[in-house]
């Protein structure tokens, strides 16, 4: 049933803080929020793009960074700031045309379970909060911001065939 799921995946939808990184929010003496980002996590994102995946990121978090981030690793779709998650992914689905059990969402906290209970796999890192590891159909063994990214979007991509890059390119997830 798990491979299965695996499959059927076509779509990544991600949570930032927490997630695509520890849940640590420095903040500097003008008000700037800084996060740190798991380079692993930026590569299997960025080949993922490269191989047809689409990859979508909706987050209360916010900030220029943050956007530059993403966009780096070629992701468009990019919802920041964001206050009712589940009406942010009710209309990126319509506009997309994205089914919801095509697509893999990975949170860690509260705001995070609207969307958990309505896509086709929902899945989490390992210091989730247990409301959401409830409702996981995977959690993955590492913590956020330490490659559960990547450990998800490497299942998908190997399942189908579409994990191995021939020609890898190292600058590829480092910016």
Avoid at 17 to 25: E, F, H, K
Avoid at 112 to 125: H, K, S
Wanted: proline share 3%.
């Amino acid at each position: 049933m798990f491979l299965q799921k695996l499959r059927e995946i076509n779509t990544f939808i991600f949570d930032v803080d927490g997630v695509l990184t520890d849940g640590s929010v420095q903040v500097t003496d003008n008000g700037q929020s800084l996060r740190t980002f798991n380079i692993k996590d930026g590569y299997a994102m960025q080949l993922a793009v490269k191989r047809g995946y689409t990859i979508c990121i909706i987050s209360g978090g916010n900030g220029i960074a943050l956007a530059r981030r993403f966009l780096n690793l070629g992701i468009s779709d990019v919802f920041l700031g964001v206050e009712d998650k589940g009406a942010v992914f009710d209309q990126y689905l319509k506009d997309k045309n994205v089914n919801a059990a095509e697509v893999l969402y990975m949170g860690d906290d509260i705001p995070d379970l609207e969307i958990m209970e309505r896509v086709g796999l929902p899945t989490c890192p390992a210091d989730a909060v247990e409301e959401v590891k409830a409702s996981s159909q995977f959690i993955s063994p590492y913590n956020g911001g330490k490659t559960a990214v990547r450990d998800v979007i490497e299942k998908v991509m190997k399942v189908q065939g579409k994990w191995h890059d021939e020609h890898p390119n190292a600058a590829d997830s480092s910016i």
